[in-house]
């Protein structure tokens, strides 16, 4: 079943024109309205994401990867689109309290910059708990267990539940935000570059413990990176995107095997 | 309380006017006085809510308790009878200096007897004796946003206390038990006010916070540097933060005893004698002297009723309030 | 050209009308590249069909237009899936994806798994991921390596540093794990010696049952003789032949 259906997400920086959205694109290889300045980080994004199905993003730097995924998170207010997700409407229209709620009851993000992903001041636990805690949690002992089995789900050190965040490698940092993202079962998972600034063979094994994870709770993800073959790993379906549009979508080995957009061609030319 | 003040502008302004000795009544001038009663009663119509109000200079340093001086002198009139204590006890300097201040310019009849009190400022404690409908309790805030103790912003804060969004606190209460075994906070112990605003209920400690709930009496929290006023009407649900099996906790004493009066059911604080021994006793210490003289005077002596909730030591079982506790971690 | 239907006239599992597959090669000054050319054919159920054909001639492309991995630029691929039969060539992504796996299985020339997986659960994982229960999972998974003469040290072991020979026997065992009703090989056995590749051979009938039926790109002669029901046979992107095994070219 369709949890997520985005419909013409975009998003503007600045004061928008009405020529914004038909002087930028791929066409006319730039983001940057020349009538307003403005910088069209991404524009009629459509796609739905089913329960237990992964759809990779991908695009060069600066193509709107992350501007859609924030929106998704609800980190960001989208300028126009809609995003319905199953039971509870258009998120992106909901007040700031009900934004809130679905934030920490149905969504999970695993954000680039761990910075916006962690208070490193916290203990990894206390990082963990946090979403417990935002989600209503109240007995303390139920949420000391619950974190310590995702801490054992994300393979991060039990014992290191207590300790400052600020004190975990790169890659515990990341499946703490992992363990953060899945803690209260959400319907969707956004990972945004889940593996850069991870050593290769770190990056491996959070890949593979988030595919485990996703397939056995079956849960709808979005996954953004630039790096094709993590997409080509986690994703069923791909998007390329470009100056802020989809330029193509499909199976994600259709799209890196048998690509039709000359963008993506290059694209998939330029890494092999 | 305002029906006693004076009536007409010649009064007012008359500077051999009976006791105002060249300053308005109750020293603030009108203006201010209304702003600060309306700000009081916008406060006590959002239980917990804090109200911004315009502060004014005060003839003592901030943080001396401008704001409480400033919330008392609006609520004082002719007929009230006023008490001030600091941590406990009427006879410090700070106590006496607001005291001479609202007899001066009030016109009002002071007392260190808790229950003879229509108003009573206090710093850092809620007396030993149960506060009564006629009575209003005028606290003096340093700090008012419990939120502050996780994040310095108060921009993020106030957009937190509009949406009821206390994760981070919580958050805070889970570190502070993974550290200790327990929360660490003793005074100022965040307190949800009516199920909706988190409240920092001021330096009492937290003996003190249990009285907050469901009391027969008004709270108004007043603070002159950060300019904010805040209330608890009476019969207000006031919950103290905490986990369902790490309940809230009082100070407990142990075995010990006022050395004074020999009570045991009152938040004691250690003294040095002049033989440099320490010691227990009672903080209250006009509550300390009815005791001396009569050590079964109850905590609700001076009312009808009697087992009124008023924190430890009262009605309430304590130990029903403080809860089971004590888990591994 | 000929296509055989099943004898008794029943629908084959799987049926290749007309299918062509042109690439528009953009980055090379838009030159469109012709990959399958009218291709028809079809498979029944329990047939093994053999393509053979010269380097480049379109076996790959014929197995990844059946997988979907290339998008068919014309005809249709008929898909019996039992209770209705369902164009490949043309349906819905979300209906390719569901079949996957179970329902039609790949071995594609190489390995492509998320390092730092032990080869046992890398075999795993499909059967984990149609609803066995992760021991059971990795029960069937040893079996299968067994089989393949894997050596026990490396069932443990991360496929990355296995020699060409152990990654197709894990990527071999991987792909008929979950039992498919439609299994696409490319050349699954080139890098085995003789006697392993015996023993893939003999488990794929073993382990399939005569349910299966299979598309399978071979390059050895004896092998495709001795597995194979017929033979297609691919040159230039077109089918110049189709034959039981057994008989002579035409
Ligand atoms: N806050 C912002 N203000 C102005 N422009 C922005 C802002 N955020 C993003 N952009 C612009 O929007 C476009 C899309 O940015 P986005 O971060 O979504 O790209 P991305 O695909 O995630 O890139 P990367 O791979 O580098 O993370 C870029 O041109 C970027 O400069
Ligand atoms: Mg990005
Ligand atoms: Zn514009
Ligand atoms: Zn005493």
């Avoid at chain 1, 809130?100 to 203990?123: K, W």
């Avoid at chain 2, 330096?203 to 540097?225: C, E, Q, S, T, Y």
């Avoid at chain 3, 040290?153 to 020979?165: C, I, M, N, R």
């Avoid at chain 3, 490319?186 to 051979?201: I, K, N």
């Amino acid at each position: 079943m369709t949890f997520l259906d985005a419909d013409g997400l975009t998003k503007v920086y600045g004061e928008g024109c009405s020529a914004c959205l038909a002087t930028t694109g791929p066409e006319y290889d730039r983001n940057r309205c020349p009538e307003c300045d403005s910088v069209v980080a991404c524009a009629d994004v459509s796609f739905e994401v089913r329960d237990g199905e992964v759809l990779g993003i991908v695009g060069e730097s600066g193509s709107g990867k992350s501007s859609v995924a924030e929106i998704l998170a609800l980190d960001a207010d989208a300028t126009a689109g809609t995003a319905t997700i199953r039971g509870h409407g258009d998120v992106l229209d909901a007040d700031y309290q009900r934004r809130r709620e679905i934030r920490d009851e149905h969504l999970g993000m695993v954000h680039q910059h761990v910075h916006d992903g962690l208070n490193l001041s916290f203990t990894g636990g206390g990082n963990v708990a946090e979403k417990l805690l935002s989600a209503g949690w109240r007995h303390y002992g139920d949420i000391r267990s619950r974190v310590r089995g995702l801490f054992e789900e994300t393979e991060v050190p039990v014992d290191r539940m207590d300790d400052s965040a600020e004190t975990y490698s790169g890659g515990m940092q990341r499946r703490v935000q992992i363990a953060k993202a899945i803690a209260n079962d959400p319907g969707l998972v956004v990972l945004d570059e889940p593996t850069t600034g991870l050593d290769v063979s770190v990056q491996a094994r959070v890949l593979d413990t988030f595919r485990r994870l996703q397939r056995e709770q079956d849960v709808a993800t979005v996954v953004v990176s630039h790096d094709l073959s993590v997409v080509r790993l986690l994703a069923d379906r791909v998007l390329v995107m470009r100056q802020g549009r989809i330029v193509e979508a499909g199976l994600t080995d259709r799209v890196m095997e048998d690509p039709h957009h000359e963008y993506t061609q290059t694209l998939i030319n330029s890494i092999i | 309380m305002t029906d006693a003040e004076p009536e007409s502008l010649e009064e007012l302004h008359d500077p051999s006017s009976e006791g105002l000795e060249g300053y308005n009544y109750a020293y603030l001038d009108e203006h201010t006085k209304r702003e600060v009663r309306r700000a009081t009663l916008k406060a006590i119509s959002i239980p917990g809510h804090q109200v911004p109000y315009a502060s004014r200079a005060m003839p003592l340093a901030r943080g001396w308790g401008t704001g409480g001086i400033q919330a008392s002198l609006s609520l004082l009139g002719p007929d009230d009878v006023f008490k001030v204590i600091d941590q406990g006890s009427d006879a410090s300097v700070n106590a006496a200096n607001i005291r001479r201040l609202a007899e001066t310019t009030a016109d009002i009849e002071t007392t260190t007897d808790t229950t003879a009190a229509s108003v009573i400022q206090t710093r850092h404690r809620i007396p030993e004796e149960v506060l009564t409908d006629d009575q209003i309790l005028v606290l003096q805030v340093p700090v008012t946003d419990a939120l502050r103790r996780v994040d310095g912003s108060d921009d993020r804060n106030r957009t937190r206390h509009a949406h009821a969004d206390y994760s981070k606190m919580w958050v805070a209460l889970y570190e502070s038990v993974v550290q200790w075994g327990e929360v660490d906070i003793g005074a100022r112990y965040p307190v949800m006010v009516e199920g909706r605003y988190l409240m920092d209920p001021s330096p009492i400690p937290r003996w003190d916070v249990p009285k907050l709930h469901d009391a027969d009496n008004l709270f108004v929290f007043a603070a002159g540097r950060e300019a904010r006023i805040y209330a608890i009407p009476p019969h207000t649900d006031v919950e103290p933060l905490a986990f369902e099996d790490r309940s809230f906790r009082v100070e407990h004493f142990d075995e010990e005893a006022c050395d004074a009066c020999g009570s045991t059911d009152t938040f004691l604080t250690e003294v040095e004698g002049e033989d440099g021994e320490r010691r227990f006793a009672c903080n209250d210490t006009s509550f300390c002297e009815k005791r001396q003289r009569n050590s079964d005077c109850a905590k609700d002596d001076h009312l009808e009723r009697s087992d009124i909730a008023w924190g430890p030591g009262t009605g309430i079982d304590p130990n029903g309030f403080v809860g089971d506790g004590g888990e591994d971690i | 050209m000929s296509t055989s239907t099943n004898s008794d006239g029943e629908q084959p599992r799987l049926a290749v009308t007309d299918l062509s597959k042109r690439f528009q090669m953009h980055v090379v000054d838009g030159r469109e590249v012709v990959g399958l050319d009218s291709v028809e054919f079809d498979v029944a159920a329990g047939e093994f069909l053999a393509v053979v054909g010269e380097s480049g001639s379109g076996k790959s492309s014929l197995l990844k237009c059946l997988h979907r991995t290339y998008e068919p630029t014309d005809g249709t691929i008929e898909y019996d899936t039992g209770d209705s039969v369902v164009d490949l060539a043309t349906c819905n992504e979300r209906t390719i994806l569901s079949l996957r796996g179970t329902d039609v299985g790949y071995v594609s020339q190489f390995l492509r798994e998320i390092p730092r997986v032990p080869a046992v659960d890398v075999v795993a994982r499909p059967l984990r991921e149609s609803g066995s229960s992760p021991e059971q999972a990795r029960e069937t998974a040893r079996g299968l390596l067994e089989r393949l003469q894997l050596p026990r040290e490396l069932f443990d072991a991360y496929p990355a540093t296995f020699s060409g020979g152990e990654r197709q026997r894990v990527n071999f065992a991987r792909g008929i794990a979950p039992r498919p009703r439609l299994l696409l090989l490319d050349e699954p056995t080139s890098a085995l010696d003789p006697e392993t590749r015996e023993h893939a051979l003999k488990l794929l009938r073993d382990y399939l049952g005569d349910d299966t039926a299979v598309v399978g790109v071979f390059h050895n002669h004896d092998v495709v003789e001795r597995v194979a029901d017929r033979v297609l046979t691919i040159d230039d992107a077109r089918v110049v032949d189709v034959r039981p095994t057994g008989g002579e070219s035409t």
